[in-house]
């Protein structure tokens, strides 16, 4: 049943709040009152941080640990400054020594990215093993609540990572999973082994997987309605909160932009399928034909000793058009180094101030501050592995353009959700370059129907050989 706000305030009238919780988070209290461990399946930017660190609250937690991808630290730190009354410390230290000293600070909340629980809690394992939990060393975990943030990434049920988890999950009295998505449904049985021991879907990976799943070839598939009867068995114990369900997101604008190829683009395709030089460039003797397909789409192409030659395409002439007629900031992700380094020269050309945020960039901290802050700074050029992920963009910015795409849904969803999230005051804009009969159709094509991206490149892949043949 859904209550309103005032309806909730007053179910919830004995608790003290530093600030009102939304609608949904009011929902995922209701919810969790007789529990003490859970997942909430919520989308991006719905909130699912504060949910978390209330429903510990509801249930009387003490002391708690969050466990989150490195990219996510951040936002757990402005969360807890600016909505909560809550001490916290990150625990971070190149010195692992000092990492465990951090975890003696007296703090409420203890935050610390899944690669360094390794410092903590793993020790060498036998016969040159790699590392493996440390049960002297999981002694020393004392906190009595748990969250585990993006908690998909604890997939893999042999990872050194969802072997400590599991061990400090067994020691902690109260436990939450936070995620935005899970496409992997094998991986629910770990994530669930994770949180409750095996309550929910067992405690043999195998008898989960023979039960749900049939093998064909190197693969396991769902069988039929397996899908429905997992997401069934998790029910009790999964709250999902969707994107549409919460009422205060603005709106949002998708503006795909289908672009035609130019001459130098058409002239590049049917040389790299007869495996001939790109106006006198070799590309290579071997080359992966998908990649150089995606890299074409771009407006470029790079041969196998890391040169790069420049592909004359009408992708650049929408992105000055967009960023001269747009005069506000705007977030551009893309999916190779080079196509960032070709949207930062229309900048320069533009006279536009910008930064970046990918694996090149020097201090990506900084690239946030500046895009946030100054308002001379109006483009940031990012990597959806920089910027997709735990940066919150939305006071900043309210316009997104993709360059370029890896044809993931989950990718979408996250980038999206940098903008496109609870404290928007603004509704929202979001441009898609898409190269007509390319790389970028086969990739939209692959994000919207949920289908293999590699398969629907090799399908691309054969119409061009038949085409040039």
């Known amino acids: 049943m859904n209550y309103t706000n005032e309806e909730y305030k007053e179910i919830f009238s004995d608790l003290e709040f530093p600030i009102e919780p939304l609608n949904q988070q009011y929902k995922a209290l209701l919810w969790s009152v007789d529990k003490s461990r ?3 399946y919520c989308g991006v930017g719905t909130g699912k941080t504060l949910s978390g660190l209330f429903t510990h609250y509801l249930w009387g937690t003490k002391k708690i640990m969050v466990v989150c991808p490195s990219s996510v630290v951040r936002s757990w730190k402005e969360e807890i400054e600016t909505k909560t009354n ?25 935050i610390i990215n899944y690669e360094g629980l390794q410092a903590l809690y793993a ?6 093993k790699g590392k493996v939990p440390s049960k002297t060393l999981l002694k020393d975990f004392d906190c009595d609540g748990l969250i585990l943030d993006e908690i998909h990434v604890l997939g893999d049920k042999d990872s050194l990572q969802s072997a400590i988890c ?21 991986h629910m049985w770990n994530i669930f082994y994770v949180l409750n021991q095996g309550k929910t879907l067992g405690r043999n990976f195998y008898m989960f997987r023979n039960r749900y799943f049939n093998k064909y070839g190197f693969e396991w598939k769902l069988k039929k309605n397996s899908d429905k009867k997992i997401l069934e068995a998790v029910s009790e114990d999964t709250l999902r909160i969707k994107r549409s369900e919460c009422l205060d997101l603005p709106e949002l604008t998708y503006v795909p932009l289908m672009l035609q190829k130019t001459k130098e683009q058409l002239q590049a395709e049917k040389a790299l399928i007869l495996g001939q030089e ?7 003797d071997e080359y992966d034909p998908t990649m150089k397909q995606r890299q074409l789409a771009g407006g470029f192409v790079y041969n196998d000793k890391k040169e790069v030659l420049r592909i004359n395409n009408n992708k650049t002439k929408e992105v000055k058009k967009i960023i001269t ?8 992700f893309h999916e190779f180094i080079e196509e960032g380094h070709i949207i930062e020269d229309i900048c320069r050309d533009l006279g536009v101030g910008f930064v970046t945020m990918r694996s090149d960039t020097d201090d990506k901290d900084e690239s946030y501050r500046a895009f946030t802050n100054d308002d001379n ?4 050029i990012a990597h959806p592995k920089s910027a997709g992920v735990g940066l919150n963009f939305q006071h900043a910015c309210s316009a997104i353009l993709y360059y370029s795409s890896n044809g993931s849904q989950l990718t979408r969803d996250q980038t999206l959700g940098r903008i496109h999230r609870k404290g928007q005051s603004k509704g929202c804009i979001a441009w898609e370059l898409i190269l007509e009969d390319s790389a970028d159709e086969r990739a939209e094509r692959s994000r919207i129907n949920q289908t293999n991206f590699k398969e629907e490149m090799d ?3 054969t119409q061009l050989q038949e085409k040039y043949k």
Do not use: P
């Open 38 to 40: 859970a997942l909430f």
């Open 86 to 110: 809550l001490s916290y410390v990150v625990v971070q230290h190149y010195d692992k020594m000092k990492r465990r000293k951090l975890m003696e600070k007296k703090a409420d909340v203890y």
């Open 123 to 128: 020790k060498k394992g036998r016969d040159s």
């Open 166 to 186: 599991k061990s400090l999950s067994t020691r902690a009295k109260t436990v939450i999973g936070l995620t935005g998505t899970i496409y992997n449904l094998q």
């Open 278 to 284: 790109i106006q006198g460039f070799h590309v290579g």
């Open 325 to 332: 007629d747009w005069d506000d900031k705007i977030l551009i």
């Open 377 to 380: 700074c109006r483009i940031c």
């Open 459 to 461: 399908k691309y892949l």
